[in-house]
């Protein structure tokens, strides 16, 4: 159905090495990433940072759709993700996605939130593409 692009360049190699992504629509360009934004405070992104913020925004736009199609039109939903990389072996491995979303749905019942958000969590492009656990909490405010 849609294909989204984006490319990554590497100069120079291990930690003294330095990187730049971009996304084919522009928002990231040139964007900087290195071991030290990766494991350090260097200015820039990393491949799990982008991962977290592909998750947190598919997940909200899924229970923005959910909400929708049971008949909700209006209110707020703000996720944000933790993604943990982790030592696996002589490598590492994003090892879970921890999202948690605090939420304004006028007239909604706690229950129905609940499941709503939950089949958004499972249901999701990227919570099925990745291969670590991923965890919801919520807050519902009134």
């Known amino acids: 159905m849609t294909t989204r692009n984006a490319s990554a360049r590497y100069e120079g190699f291990g930690k003294t090495g330095k ?22 405070d260097e200015k820039g992104t990393n491949p799990e940072e982008l991962i977290a913020a592909a998750h947190a925004s598919c997940f909200t736009m899924a229970l923005s759709f959910g909400l929708a199609g049971a008949g909700y039109t209006e209110g707020t939903l703000e996720t944000k993700a933790a993604v943990k990389l982790e030592q696996d072996g002589a490598g590492f491995k994003v090892t879970r996605s921890d999202l948690t ?26 919570s099925k593409v990745l291969n670590a656990e991923i965890t919801l909490t919520h807050t519902l405010n009134d």
């Open 19 to 40: 990187g730049h992504v971009s996304s084919e629509s522009g928002v990231l360009a040139d964007t900087p990433y290195s071991f030290n934004t990766r494991f350090g």
């Open 101 to 126: 979303l605090t939420a304004s749905v006028p007239g909604i019942d706690p229950d129905q939130f609940a499941s709503i958000a939950a089949d958004a969590e499972k249901n999701c492009p990227i």
